[in-house]
């Protein structure tokens, strides 16, 4: 493990939170953005493509979301094909609807 020249924390953990929390923004800047065109259903190609391929951060972005409500995990993303539904968004993640009838009924 490398630390860092104190010998007290790993010298990367800095650096790789940085870099989650940079991903989890794009990606619910890209989320969003597909909700504000009228995508409900993600793709796993368009979700790893908003979370620059950093499949750990995703999945847990996703989880946590899952269970504040805002989106349906339809498919893990270890098991689908690119061209597959994974997600199904309930809601934005931050940001509110420009739409008035959001959300649309199932």
Known sequence: MLVD???L???LSIFSKVMNERIKSQLIAGLERCLDDGLRNIDKV???AYSRYDL???KACLKQWA?????EILKPLDEAQD?????R???YIEGKSP??????KD
């Not at 269970?67 to 989106?71: A, M, Q």
């Not at 061209?83 to 997600?87: A, F, G, L, M």
Request: net charge neutral.
């Open 5 to 7: 020249a104190w010998g």
């Open 9 to 11: 924390r790993p010298r």
């Open 46 to 48: 368009t979700l790893l």
């Open 56 to 58: 750990e951060t995703a």
């Open 67 to 71: 269970s504040e409500g805002k989106l």
């Open 83 to 87: 061209d597959e539904p994974v997600v």
């Open 89 to 91: 968004m309930k809601a």
């Open 99 to 104: 739409w008035p009838n959001w959300p649309p």
